[in-house]
């Protein structure tokens, strides 16, 4: 699913599940919106000397909750409906996750791995350039996503505080540990999605060892989830990335080939270059046939959109669970539940992200840096608090999980709505 269908889908889910979760109808209406976009072009001086211009855009959907947060995409498919999307998302997991902050999401539309490390800098900074007066730590707060990291974010906060002439570390999450980066946000996203695998293996009685696992992508959250499932025993059968995948019924050893993967990376670059297709000897396979691999739990963990209506009827996994965000597109979804397949969605599964980059800010703002353990200790708490409040919703109100978790957000973004004053709140103000 590409273009504005994906916002239009986003879209589609508030109105459906709000409708059917007794959410006011000027709460849904006020997620209907982005409150604010910028769309920016971004002159970038290349290696060559030529001026290249680049598109970047960042979308503030919601910030009844607090500042807005979101990561920041570079990606050649990167457009506006797609960056409102993906703040419309981020806007419900902070929710849900009971973090103060709205949602937000920014991208450039680029191909990364064409850059030389110094261009890519250059449109890092120019980025912030663009997004100076829009961006901050009580405003709107980026982080990484897809084909960004921490060396990005670094390069972005720096430019932030030479332009604004001040230190400001909390304008920026997911950054290296030593400009001000939180212990474990590296791996958050995957810890986040590994404890959340872990509680429904509780709810279902799984045993690791019988469960086989394929998943889609091979980056920062795909890795870190599948490396934490392997060491409790589940079998990783099937992994991939943008060039292909690759099939072995005894499974992958997941921290060898991440690190073969990780040495193929060029001097000072920032992307790997091989794909884990050609770096292990096992059965080639295509992302699509990845997708309808007769498995246990299948693992989208790359981009948006890749089960539609098309692949639906293919997937033969018993369980789906979302590490990228938006993989199911909601017609597809309708399919998969009318066979049964179980759907742990994204707006819960890759929250972990989200979480720590609150705790970095927190601690940017305090001045602290929490030992690791500490970190990883108040995740998994969030994490556990999450799931089994959107699992106690689905049973108790006979919905899905993803509805459930909808529901919840929805139902706290509802309450914060009403506090600002609205006049539905203020006619029950005056009545009392
Ligand atoms: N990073 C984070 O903290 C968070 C990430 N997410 C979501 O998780 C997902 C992955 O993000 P992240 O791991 O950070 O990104 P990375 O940039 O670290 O990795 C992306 C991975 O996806 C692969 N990929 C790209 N295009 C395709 C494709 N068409 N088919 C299959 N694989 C593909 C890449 O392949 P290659 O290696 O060949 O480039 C790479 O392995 C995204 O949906 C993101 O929004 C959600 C919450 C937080
Ligand atoms: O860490 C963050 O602030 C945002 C992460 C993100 O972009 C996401 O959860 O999709």
Not at 269 to 293: F, G, P, T
Not at 386 to 404: D, H, I, K, N
């Given at each position: 699913?590409?273009?504005?269908?994906?916002?239009?889908?986003?879209?589609?889910?508030?109105?459906?599940?709000?409708?059917?979760?007794?959410?006011?109808?000027?709460?849904?209406?006020?997620?209907?919106?982005?409150?604010?976009?910028?769309?920016?072009?971004?002159?970038?001086?290349?290696?060559?000397?030529?001026?290249?211009?680049?598109?970047?855009?960042?979308?503030?959907?919601?910030?009844?909750?607090?500042?807005?947060?979101?990561?920041?995409?570079?990606?050649?498919?990167?457009?506006?409906?797609?960056?409102?999307?993906?703040?419309?998302?981020?806007?419900?997991?902070?929710?849900?996750?009971?973090?103060?902050?709205?949602?937000?999401?920014?991208?450039?539309?680029?191909?990364?791995?064409?850059?030389?490390?110094?261009?890519?800098?250059?449109?890092?900074?120019?980025?912030?350039?663009?997004?100076?007066?829009?961006?901050?730590?009580?405003?709107?707060?980026?982080?990484?996503?897809?084909?960004?990291?921490?060396?990005?974010?670094?390069?972005?906060?720096?430019?932030?505080?030479?332009?604004?002439?001040?230190?400001?570390?909390?304008?920026?999450?997911?950054?290296?540990?030593?400009?001000?980066?939180?212990?474990?946000?590296?791996?958050?996203?995957?810890?986040?999605?590994y404890?959340?695998i872990r509680?429904?293996a509780l709810?279902?009685?799984w045993q690791a060892k019988n469960i086989r696992v394929?998943?889609?992508?091979?980056?920062?959250?795909?890795?870190?989830?599948?490396?934490l499932l392997q060491a409790d025993g589940f079998k990783i059968?099937?992994?991939?990335?943008?060039?292909?995948?690759?099939?072995?019924?005894?499974?992958?050893?997941?921290?060898?080939?991440?690190?073969?993967?990780?040495?193929?990376?060029?001097?000072?670059?920032?992307?790997?270059?091989?794909?884990?297709?050609?770096?292990?000897?096992?059965?080639?396979?295509?992302?699509?046939?990845?997708?309808?691999?007769?498995?246990d739990i299948?693992?989208?963990?790359?981009?948006?959109?890749?089960?539609?209506?098309?692949?639906?009827?293919?997937?033969?996994?018993?369980?789906?669970?979302?590490?990228?965000?938006?993989?199911?597109?909601?017609?597809?979804?309708?399919?998969?539940?009318?066979?049964?397949?179980?759907?742990?969605?994204?707006?819960?599964?890759?929250?972990?992200?989200?979480?720590?980059?609150?705790?970095?800010?927190?601690?940017?703002?305090?001045?602290?840096?929490?030992?690791?353990?500490?970190?990883?200790?108040?995740?998994?708490?969030?994490?556990?608090?999450?799931?089994?409040?959107?699992?106690?919703?689905?049973?108790?109100?006979?919905?899905?999980?993803?509805?459930?978790?909808?529901?919840?957000?929805?139902?706290?973004?509802?309450?914060?709505?009403?506090?600002?004053?609205?006049?539905?709140?203020?006619?029950?103000?005056?009545?009392?």
């Amino acid at each position: 699913m590409r273009g504005q269908n994906v916002f239009e889908d986003a879209l589609n889910r508030i109105k459906a599940i709000g409708a059917d979760a007794g959410v006011s109808s000027e709460v849904v209406e006020s997620l209907l919106y982005p409150r604010a976009l910028l769309q920016a072009s971004l002159p970038v001086r290349m290696d060559n000397g030529a001026l290249r211009y680049f598109i970047g855009y960042r979308c503030q959907y919601n910030n009844v909750l607090g500042p807005t947060k979101g990561g920041i995409r570079f990606h050649p498919r990167v457009d506006q409906a797609e960056v409102q999307a993906l703040g419309l998302w981020m806007t419900i997991k902070c929710a849900l996750l009971g973090i103060p902050f709205g949602g937000a999401k920014g991208g450039v539309l680029v191909q990364p791995k064409d850059l030389s490390p110094m261009e890519l800098e250059r449109l890092s900074r120019a980025y912030v350039r663009a997004m100076a007066d829009f961006i901050g730590p009580d405003i709107d707060i980026p982080a990484p996503d897809v084909y960004t990291n921490a060396r990005i974010m670094g390069w972005m906060m720096d430019e932030y505080e030479a332009i604004n002439r001040l230190r400001a570390p909390a304008v920026i999450t997911g950054k290296p540990v030593q400009l001000g980066g939180s212990l474990g946000r590296d791996e958050a996203t995957g810890r986040g999605a590994y404890l959340c695998i872990r509680e429904l293996a509780l709810k279902h009685g799984w045993q690791a060892k019988n469960i086989r696992v394929a998943v889609q992508g091979f980056g920062n959250a795909a890795y870190h989830v599948s490396r934490l499932l392997q060491a409790d025993g589940f079998k990783i059968v099937a992994i991939s990335d943008s060039k292909g995948g690759v099939y072995s019924e005894q499974g992958f050893d997941i921290e060898s080939l991440w690190q073969e993967k990780q040495s193929s990376r060029q001097m000072r670059a920032v992307y790997c270059e091989q794909s884990v297709c050609q770096l292990i000897e096992h059965n080639e396979i295509s992302n699509e046939e990845l997708l309808a691999l007769d498995v246990d739990i299948l693992i989208p963990a790359a981009l948006e959109g890749v089960i539609h209506h098309e692949n639906a009827d293919q997937i033969k996994a018993r369980t789906i669970i979302e590490v990228a965000n938006g993989p199911v597109a909601s017609e597809a979804e309708a399919r998969l539940e009318a066979r049964g397949i179980e759907i742990l969605p994204d707006v819960l599964v890759n929250a972990g992200g989200v979480t720590v980059s609150y705790f970095e800010w927190v601690q940017n703002r305090s001045g602290y840096l929490w030992p690791l353990e500490e970190v990883r200790s108040k995740l998994e708490n969030q994490m556990k608090a999450a799931f089994a409040r959107v699992w106690q919703v689905a049973q108790t109100e006979e919905r899905s999980l993803r509805s459930a978790a909808y529901a919840v957000a929805m139902r706290r973004i509802g309450k914060a709505v009403l506090s600002h004053g609205t006049r539905e709140y203020f006619t029950k103000d005056q009545e009392q």
